[in-house]
């Protein structure tokens, strides 16, 4: 995940710190002493990391830019705390927040999903002294709750800074590392970006789950069968080389050093079974099914950057046992040689996947749906239009009449059955003095059930209730004709 650096440089931030047997410190030397830690640690270990350093007092300027674009950041802000006077401060900011504009619309919340993380050049109790505190913690519940608010514990001083910058590699700059398995093969893994843990919102009490640190490959399904699921994330598979005393090479990340091109030589001499399975995944255009965890699973699979280069990715899946439905559980896959069959045939030309659902699916059936008022109207004028053509349309005019009967009595519609009825009544008086006898008796009987149904308290109201043609001396010729 991408880092964007916030950095403080304004008037408040070149206050002294005295600092025993050394020379004066300001606080945005100490801020830059606290950022060079944070990039060498990135240098070293966090190497796939893109980093944006942004300055800013009352004017903000951007000093190293991307070299990529990004829909996912990471911000810190390092400051001192002073939020500053007058129109434009972050105190004036925050008490006209709801009265800006959208126009003039306050950064947070980013339009992105973010964390921010805010880095203070004091400790807490100096920023308790004031209402600093509680308008820092304010940009973090205008984020959405997403980030963390970090203070130097103690005195101000080099030392106490660094285990504040340490607490934030910590917390979002860690490498994942994990072993990947499949049967007896295993390979030391670097898993980038470091996978976010995931909330269920359908349990009562939701718990973060997070994925183990044994990747545990159950199977390989084809491209055509997994198609293109929904994910949750997606995350570069690093192979860690190891050198023969077992010490740690690094991911296969190559410098612009002597000793890192070397150690990189070294590397690509040593069989890994994680490269193995990314050549596999690609030649034979497959994925591989692996556990996250309990009832918890993702896929493995080669994506082409260009036509030369490729990498191993992973992505995630939603907890549960049916992430996939066209697959069903994930639990009831098995291999090949267990069917009595090929499920794919002899020469492969059919697949078992999709799987039929046993119910029917609801935008299978032929339901009654209005979105729009345009289609509620349709319908009405389709009812009206055969009612002009009784008795030849009796049937098609009952049976849109119920089909409209029936989606006013679902979405509990009754005036609209009134309203209908209302309409077959004005139809009736307006029937020229040629209209076949039978038109106003299947008119009245059809507005009277209308009615019956509206009211609610009838066995004629029920939903599976149909309005049937009413029988008449002239039914029978109208019969005929038809």
């Known amino acids: 995940m991408p880092t964007v650096v916030v950095m403080d440089v304004s008037l408040s931030m070149t206050r002294p710190v005295s600092v025993e047997g050394s020379e004066e410190y300001q606080r945005k030397h100490l801020a830059a002493h606290g950022l060079t830690m944070l990039f060498e640690h990135m240098a070293t270990n966090y190497k796939l990391e893109f980093t944006a350093l942004v300055v800013f007092s009352s004017l903000w300027e951007l000093m190293v830019p991307f070299t ?43 339009p992105f999903p973010s964390k921010l993380y805010v880095m203070c050049m004091a400790n807490l109790e100096e920023l308790q002294s004031t209402d600093s505190l509680d308008c820092l913690e304010r940009l973090i519940d205008l984020n959405n709750g997403e980030g963390q608010i970090f203070t130097i514990d103690g005195p101000l001083c080099l030392k106490n800074v660094q285990s504040m910058f340490g607490k934030l590699i910590d917390l979002a700059y860690t490498p994942f590392h994990a072993v990947l398995k499949c049967g007896h093969l295993t390979s030391d893994v670097q898993v980038f970006p470091r996978p976010e843990p995931f909330i269920i919102d359908e349990e009562i009490d939701p718990i973060p789950k997070a994925i183990n640190t044994d990747l545990e490959i159950v199977g390989f399904v084809d491209i055509a069968d997994i198609s293109s699921p929904p994910v949750l994330s997606r995350h570069l598979v690093l192979p860690i080389a190891l050198n023969r005393e077992g010490d740690e090479v690094g991911p296969g990340i190559t410098d612009d050093t002597e000793d890192e091109n070397s150690a990189n030589q070294i590397a690509g001499k040593i069989p890994n079974f994680c490269v193995l399975l990314h050549g596999s995944l690609k030649v034979e255009g497959m994925v591989a099914l692996v556990q996250l965890g309990p009832e918890w699973y993702g896929m493995l699979y080669s994506q082409a950057d260009s036509k030369k280069k490729s990498n191993l990715m992973m992505s995630l899946f939603e907890p549960g046992p049916e992430p996939l439905p066209w697959l069903g559980k994930m639990a009831q896959l098995g291999p090949i040689s267990d069917a009595k069959e090929n499920p794919y045939g002899e020469d492969d030309n059919k697949s078992p996947f999709p799987l039929q659902p046993k119910n029917k699916r609801s935008y299978a059936q032929n339901v009654t749906v209005w979105i729009k008022p345009s289609g509620l109207q349709t319908d009405v004028q389709k009812i009206l239009r055969n009612a002009r053509k009784l008795p030849e349309k009796t049937q098609t005019f009952y049976k849109e009449l119920n089909r409209l009967r029936k989606a006013a009595l679902a979405f509990g519609f009754l005036e609209l059955l009134k309203g209908v009825a209302d309409m077959l009544e004005r139809e009736c008086t307006l029937l020229p003095d040629t209209a076949h006898p039978d038109a106003a008796f299947q008119l009245t009987h059809a507005a009277q059930q209308l009615k019956v149904a509206s009211t609610g308290a009838s066995e004629y109201a029920a939903y599976d209730h149909n309005i049937a043609p009413l029988q008449t001396d002239f039914s029978g010729s109208s019969t005929e004709r038809m």
């Not at 990471?74 to 004036?92: F, K, P």
């Not at 925050?94 to 619309?105: E, G, K, P, V």
């Open 68 to 110: 990529r674009d990004y829909n996912t950041l990471q911000v810190v802000l390092v400051t001192d705390g002073c939020l500053g006077i007058g129109r434009g401060s972050l105190r004036h900011s925050l008490a006209t927040h709801s009265q800006r504009s959208d126009s003039n619309r306050f950064p947070l919340p980013f």
